[in-house]
Nanobody, 119 residues
């Protein structure tokens, strides 16, 4: 189970920090990421981070958002600065993880947290 938190209402130019923690038995986590779904139902990958710490970002958020992970806590963070109204969306975390040594890697999704940026 993934539990996301940190969303809310913020004015343009403001900041928010999202977090997502995984619970249950986890053998390994390969990829952690944040996706978002906007008012027009457009879905996009916002940022991802591998187990080795390699990151990638959507062009729309480069230079403003920073993804990081705490492997000891099975938690991923998304620091969002200089927020814009077009960043308004429901943000979902997703993990590609293996529960046990004998199970395949599967993608798990968090429940989503709403970020609203007012102009």
């Amino acid at each position: 189970q993934l539990q996301a938190s940190g969303g809310g209402l913020v004015q343009a130019g403001g900041s928010l920090n999202l977090s997502c923690a995984a619970s249950g038995n986890i053998f390994s986590i390969n990829l952690m990421g944040w996706h978002r779904q906007g008012p027009a139902n457009q879905h996009e990958l916002v940022a991802g981070i591998t187990s080795g710490g390699t990151t990638n970002y959507a062009d729309a958020v480069k230079g403003r958002f920073t993804i990081s992970r705490d492997n000891a806590k099975n938690t991923v963070y998304l620091q969002m600065n200089s927020l814009k109204p077009e960043d308004t969306a429901v943000y979902y975390c997703a993990y590609d993880l293996r529960r046990y040594t004998y199970t395949p890697i599967q993608r798990y999704w968090g429940q989503g947290t709403l970020v609203t940026v007012s102009s």
